[in-house]
């Protein structure tokens, strides 16, 4: 990618430092382009920033009880760097500590700006580079960068806030009510009555670990509107900690990356082509282990069919587990209204609570919440159409690392972040200095997910559209977009390429000014 180097942007008299590639996040996918970048594209330059106090992204924002992966750990984790540790499905400090120690180790924690928030970026494409706007610190000091390529790791939920419903008097309710996207460090729910409302992956975390252990709470009710598919998964991958034993460390992760792989894809299928024999399955495994007297039908026999919302994992079973111990129970029913001491549902019973839990769900928030601006127009992700899942049409340099819905979200953006490196070697090869996705304008538009729950149908009209075909359409298959991303070609028709002007053609730098 070419960039003139003795040229430095300036606003009035402030110097702007500028780097080859800004990644914005320092989670999963952040440290993935990162080591990515500095393998495959030694020559450029590039920094990170991070809008919170430490690295980590999700794994280090939830710190609710249990808080855990709900994919293995051979695909959660990067390709370049084996997962070790005996569990398969690991805990959120385990996750958070293989991300540090993999910055860490290949120096990519020294790129890191902590407290930077990206707000807006505008691109000229005069110049060839986004001028980014940020917030730095408590005090929310402002601060310019330019980058030739922005490269968005932030994931497509708010940090900031979750969801949480206007349920009718709330606020009688005289205990803790709480949201696991904020979770108290000081709650105490020893011997307490709890109740977690929402079924989802929080839900079914949150439920066997607050009815376990030395702070148990007396005990924790689930209520939910609607079921949801829940699976058992073993938490330690026995063939792969035999075959680490027997095999060099990165072939033995290898092959059960791949194992795993394979697994998640042929379940995926078998539940899609085949819902009722996958629901068969599922309920025969949970009626095992919760006894044949359970009401199965009323609490696990979703409206929907497997995968139109993400299927949850539970770890050796350990909701069924803490239901048929009686340590919990679950309601499926609709709130009424709260009171003083719990929880009024339509059916016209009563949930006694000491403390609530709202694990109601996210707030998307694609790019978080980031302004764009392209040669002085603000950009309308609803209007943009999303290029392999990467790239946003009509938007020059840039890439957003965004996983998968059905398997893990590393497994995605390695991919992408292997596209990204590609991509820019093509264009530093062929003296390009910028790159933008132009869709077909008869392309057929769809929804960008096709999931039914409720924080996707709450922001689809707000996101970007995919196609209906490649390469706009979003598979969800691993061994597809291996062959696209990571084999395929990156000369796309779909794809603009320009060179920047000689400096002397150029006019001056000039971007809008946004304190």
Known sequence: MLRDSNSTPRLGEISVEHVDVLIVGAGLSGISAAW????????????????????????????????????????????????????????????????????????????????????????????????????????????????????????????????????????????????????????????????????????????????????????VTMLQRSPTYIATLPSVDTVANALRRVLPSKLAYAISRWKNVARSMFYYSIARSRPETFKKALRTDATAQLGADFPFEEHFSPRYQPWDERLCMVPDGDLFVALREQRASIVTDTIERFDATGIVLQSGAHLDADIIVAATGLRMSLLSGVTLVVDGAVVDLAQCMTYKGMMLSDVPNMAAAVGYTNASWTLKCDL????????????????????????????????????????????????????????????????????????????????????????????????????
């Open 36 to 219: 990515h970048l500095q393998t495959a594209c030694a020559g450029l330059s590039y920094a990170i920033v991070e809008g919170r106090e430490q690295m980590g992204g999700t794994w280090d924002l939830f710190r609710y009880p249990g808080i855990r992966s709900d994919s293995d750990m051979y695909t959660l984790g990067y390709r370049f760097r084996p997962w070790r540790n005996a569990k398969a499905i690991a805990d959120g400090p385990s996750i958070k500590a293989y991300i540090e120690d993999t910055a860490h180790e290949f120096g990519i924690d020294r790129a890191i700006r902590y407290r930077h928030r990206l707000v807006r970026a505008e691109w000229s494409s005069a110049d060839a580079r986004w001028l980014v706007h940020l917030e730095v610190g408590a005090d929310r000091t402002p601060l310019r960068l330019s980058c030739g390529f922005l490269y968005s790791c932030a994931g497509y939920y708010d940090y900031g806030q979750g969801y949480t419903p206007a349920w009718p008097g709330a606020s009688d309710f005289v205990g803790p009510l709480v949201h696991p996207q904020h979770w108290p460090a000081d709650l105490d729910y020893r011997g307490k009555r709890v109740v977690v409302i929402g079924s989802g992956a929080t839900a079914v975390t949150l439920v066997p670990a607050m009815a376990n252990g030395d702070r148990a709470a007396a005990h």
């Open 416 to 515: 992408i972040a292997q596209h990204v490196c590609r991509l820019l070697n093509y264009m530093g090869a062929r003296g390009y200095a910028q790159v933008t996705p132009r869709r077909d304008p008869s392309m057929t538009e769809t929804p960008v997910f096709d999931f039914t729950s409720g924080y996707v149908q709450r922001a689809l009209a707000h996101l970007p559209k995919q196609g209906d075909r490649a390469p706009w359409k979003l598979y969800q298959n691993y061994v597809k977009d291996l062959f696209s991303l990571r084999h395929g070609r990156v000369d796309d028709p779909a794809l603009e390429f320009r060179t920047v002007p000689a400096p002397s053609q150029r006019p001056a730098l000039e971007f809008a000014a946004h304190d």
